[in-house]
Each structure stands twice: as structure tokens, then as C-alpha cells.
């Protein structure tokens, strides 16, 4: 069997492009998603801030007035 150095190389030479130009799409396509937050979370965290803020030094009550749910 005869051994081809240089198809070899360029076999190697190509494989790597293609590894690499694969790579760069995965990196583009990486920095283009969007991220899921939106305003919701930033506002639904604000209110929950602003809440315990005032909540300070007060003793703070159930979320249901301490009524069970009825049976």
C-alpha cells in the first residue's frame, strides 16, 4: 500500500477548516440568542423588593388572613 503524505495533509488540512468553520457558526449562533428575561422578571423582583422594604419593622401577615381553606 503506498502512503500519500501529502493527501493526507491536505485530507487533515480541510478536516480542520471544516471543524473550525463549524465552530465559528455554533459560536455565532451562541451570541445571537436572546436571553429569556424580559420585563416580567425585572418587575415582579422590583415588587417584591419595594414589598419587604416596606414590610420593615412590621410583623408581616399571612398571605390568606390566617384563614384555612374551607372544606
Do not use: C
Not at 47 to 59: F, H, S, V
Amino acid at each position: 500500500m503506498d502512503f500519500n503524505a501529502y493527501v493526507v495533509e491536505k485530507l487533515a488540512e480541510t478536516r480542520l477548516a471544516d471543524l473550525r468553520a463549524a465552530r465559528a457558526r455554533a459560536a455565532l449562533a451562541e451570541s445571537a440568542r436572546v436571553e429569556p428575561h424580559g420585563v416580567g422578571p425585572a418587575v415582579g423582583s422590583a415588587l417584591i423588593r419595594l414589598g419587604r422594604w416596606l414590610a420593615q419593622g412590621e410583623a408581616v401577615a399571612a398571605p390568606n388572613g390566617g384563614v384555612r381553606a374551607g372544606r
